[in-house]
């Protein structure tokens, strides 16, 4: 087993909550794992990705190959653009649909969806309307994207659910409960859309 | 025990496993979160006997602390990032003179890309400069392992050891196997021999020829110490030497089947300074014809590379152009330093555009520059000298504020300057923490000549940039410049929000006409910090 997973957003959207529950499932399944983070001035609204690598081999480079990542998971669609030249031709993109328009020359919304629509493996989702729906907070939104990229993912999903309630225990169980919930909701939308064809 | 730890952490655990006394540091990207991870166990109590662990003011400072505490003959780590070794190059140097009775590491973390910084200088350069041995680690694993060593090493021979790191070093994660509990600290002692903390010539002399003595055994522990490994290629006429991580960039193209040609080089991978001499001649003597130097940050081995084998022997790397130039190494470059195609990928989407950082909505810096800008505007050639900070974002989109940003406390002495050349009005912008890291003893030479300056500190309340860590003056401002000199009614205070716009404005007029030394401080807490505070008030 082995995945190379770019994590994108902008700084501050809380992309390394992501890599957080990822790697509680990974270290509790016995996979290796190496997590290359952004610290410093690129937090403050900029461009901000994580390289994390799971493998059940010891892994050498902190820093994903180009053309070596199997999944790329943003929470912005234009910041999931940047990295689609570390993708590998199989690779898959799950992406939040909604933009974060913090610059005066972001490109046209509908232009950056179809170029992310234009990769035949892609799960494009409204994270925050999904996370409303599952009754969870906005700041649960990240939750969704990490639930629809469970499929890509190589663990299974009852051990990520598993993980989900292990990073959030100490906030109570309520908060562990809308996170299941926001994981659920996102998990189901990939998993129809998968089924449903491309 | 497993942990899951960035390597600053790692570094952190190894320090004070090794039965650490005090950390010394400024803040500064990436090396913030070694000091933070050993608040953060001292605080819960898990460091065995409490540790000092405050900020300093800044790494000169933290330097000659340490070099104090290790004088007692405890262990004492100081940490940096790679322009840090500048500010306290005269205490690190002459450190190496003394030497040291307990354990000093010294933690550089250089930032080749410059992704936080102004510059990626190599911090070997200072291990060399200072004839001391140096660690580069080239996993967390090692890092931690290799910091407990460094300590060891200080000791036994009684010198400084710096341990270098790079970005992607210092903000990596992985699972890092550690000791059960730290080792006991080191009781008190004093060093045997006075003289050699007493740098009269007539001492500093015969301890310079220490130091000089030392250097091959500095060598032969390079080679012995199990740090640097050579490893004989069954097609030994190629050789790759690596440093730090750049041994993993290495081993992960290796591991692809069109790199097979090259899996039969000697590789001899680096991670303890001096270079081990004997390994290299051994590679020599094995047949290397062409020896490729893959290293993160300036061309430094590569350079002592050329002269330490024979002249038809071809050394390769960032000088030669088969590596970039500048820059953090990659996968990707050094697959293609190895001369193989790049793995088949979809092209660059070009859509896509740049996303610079920016001063956070509602931070205090955007008010303060909102009102210094209509200000400027109504002279005819303001200056403004910047500082380093988040307001250094100043400089872009929307404000264009700056016009000057160079390095800690720098706009203070350059407003002087520029005063001092005739310019009008010469303004300073730095936020509370950089001023008193460096601006404040330029404002004494200000004061000195009452220089027609207005240095605007912009006091967030914290070191803002590296995360909202305690800043030294906090609380004190004001009493700082009344002692250093300043006229107290040419210390004004205002507070940046939009509703005081225009009081800002007429105390920023009133103090730019004004012919002599003055300072606005504009105060208002950090909204990231704010934010915290209030959700631990809820709790």
């Known amino acids: 087993m082995k995945k190379n997973i770019i994590l994108a957003g902008v700084g501050g959207q809380g992309i390394l909550s992501i890599a957080t529950v990822i790697g509680e499932a990974a270290l509790a399944e016995g996979l290796y794992l190496k997590q290359a983070e952004v610290h410093g001035m690129s937090q403050r609204g900029g461009d901000v990705q994580s390289n994390l690598r799971l493998s059940s081999d010891p892994i050498m480079s902190d820093l994903i190959e180009k053309g070596d990542a199997d999944l790329?998971?943003?929470?912005?669609?234009?910041e999931a653009l940047r990295y689609v030249s570390y993708l590998a031709p199989d690779g898959w993109i799950v992406t939040s649909s909604v933009p974060f328009v913090n610059i005066p020359n972001y490109p046209e919304i509908e232009d950056v969806l179809s170029h992310v629509k234009a990769f035949q493996n892609h799960v494009l989702l409204d994270v925050e309307t999904l996370a409303k729906e599952a009754g969870a907070p906005q700041q649960a939104a990240n939750m969704v994207l990490l639930g629809a990229a469970i499929p890509m993912l190589g663990i299974d999903h009852d051990k990520m659910i598993a993980g989900v309630q292990r990073v959030f225990a100490r906030k109570g169980e309520a908060v562990v409960a809308t996170n299941v919930a926001a994981v659920e909701v996102g998990y189901k939308y990939a998993k129809e859309k998968m089924q449903g064809g491309k | 025990m497993k942990h899951l730890l960035l390597g600053d952490e790692a570094i952190a655990q190894g320090a004070i496993d090794a039965g650490l006394s005090g950390v010394y540091a400024y803040p500064g990207t990436p090396s913030t979160e070694i000091t933070e991870y050993i608040q953060m166990q001292n605080a819960k109590g898990k460091t065995g006997a409490p540790v000092f662990c405050r900020w300093a003011a800044n790494e000169k400072t933290a330097m000659e602390a340490a070099l104090g505490m290790a004088y007692m003959g405890k262990r004492a780590l100081v940490c940096m990032k790679h322009v840090g070794m500048n500010v306290c190059a005269?205490?690190?140097?002459?450190?190496?003179?003394?030497?040291?009775?307990?354990?000093?590491?010294?933690?550089?973390?250089?930032?080749?890309?410059?992704?936080?910084?102004?510059?990626?200088?190599?911090?070997?350069?200072?291990?060399?400069?200072?004839m001391i041995p140096t660690i580069e680690?080239?996993?967390q694993q090692e890092a931690y392992d290799m910091t407990q060593a460094a300590f060891d090493?200080?000791?036994?021979?009684?010198?400084?050891?710096?341990?270098?790191?790079?970005?992607?070093?210092?903000?990596?994660?992985?699972?890092?196997?550690?000791?059960?509990?730290?080792?006991?600290?080191?009781?008190?002692?004093?060093?045997?021999?006075?003289?050699?903390f007493i740098l009269l010539p007539a001492f500093a002399k015969r301890n310079y020829a220490e130091l000089v003595a030392a250097q091959p055994e500095f060598v032969r522990l390079s080679e012995t110490s199990g740090h640097n490994r050579y490893v004989r290629g069954t097609r030994p006429e190629r050789a790759i030497v690596t440093c730090g991580i750049a041994y993993n960039y290495l081993m992960e193209v290796l591991h692809h089947k069109d790199a097979n040609e090259w899996r039969e080089a000697s590789v001899l991978k680096i991670t303890q300074y001096p270079l081990p001499e004997t390994m290299i001649s051994r590679m020599v003597e094995d047949g290397a014809k062409e020896i490729m130097v893959i290293e993160e940050g300036q061309p430094v081995v590569e350079e002592l590379m050329r002269g330490m084998v024979p002249s038809d022997v071809k050394v390769t790397g960032r000088l030669t152009g088969e590596l970039p130039r500048m820059g953090e190494l990659?996968?990707?470059?050094?697959?293609?330093?190895?001369?193989?195609?790049?793995l088949s990928t979809p092209e660059a989407d070009k859509i896509v555009v740049g996303r610079p950082p920016a001063l956070c909505q509602g931070c205090g810096h955007r008010d303060m520059y909102a009102a210094l800008n209509e200000v400027a505007r109504e002279y005819p050639q303001p200056r403004i000298f910047g500082d380093i900070g988040c307001y250094t974002l100043g400089a872009l989109s929307p404000f264009h504020a700056i016009h000057a940003c160079v390095e800690m406390g720098a706009s203070v002495t350059m407003a002087k300057g520029a005063a001092d050349a005739g310019q009008h009005p010469a303004i300073a912008v730095i936020g509370d923490s950089t001023f008193t890291h460096s601006g404040m003893?330029?404002?004494?030479?200000?004061?000195?000549?009452?220089?027609?300056?207005?240095?605007?500190?912009?006091?967030?309340?914290?070191?803002?940039?590296?995360?909202?860590?305690?800043?030294?003056?906090?609380?004190?401002?004001?009493?700082?410049?009344?002692g250093v000199g300043v006229e107290k009614e040419h210390v004004r205070v205002v507070v940046p929000l939009p509703k005081n716009m225009e009081e800002i404005k007429q105390v920023l007029r009133e103090e730019i006409d004004y012919n002599g030394t003055s300072v606005v401080i504009a105060r208002r807490e950090c909204i990231q910090t704010l934010k915290r505070h209030l959700k631990q008030a809820k709790k």
């Open chain 2, 90 to 130: 005269d205490a690190f140097m002459n450190a190496a003179i003394t030497g040291v009775n307990g354990g000093l590491v010294v933690v550089a973390a250089d930032d080749p890309s410059m992704h936080s910084s102004q510059n990626e200088q190599d911090s070997r350069f200072y291990g060399k400069f200072a």
């Open chain 1, 72 to 78: 790329i998971i943003s929470l912005e669609p234009m």
């Open chain 2, 330 to 342: 990659s996968p990707d470059c050094v697959r293609k330093a190895l001369g193989l195609k790049e």
């Open chain 2, 153 to 196: 090493l200080s000791e036994k021979m009684h010198t400084p050891v710096l341990l270098r790191v790079t970005t992607r070093m210092a903000h990596s994660r992985a699972v890092v196997e550690t000791k059960d509990a730290p080792q006991a600290q080191n009781t008190m002692s004093l060093p045997e021999n006075v003289q050699h």
């Open chain 2, 137 to 139: 680690p080239s996993n």
């Open chain 2, 441 to 482: 003893t330029g404002l004494l030479d200000c004061v000195n000549s009452n220089a027609n300056v207005v240095v605007l500190i912009s006091d967030n309340l914290t070191t803002g940039m590296t995360g909202g860590q305690d800043s030294a003056g906090t609380g004190r401002l004001e009493q700082i410049c009344y």
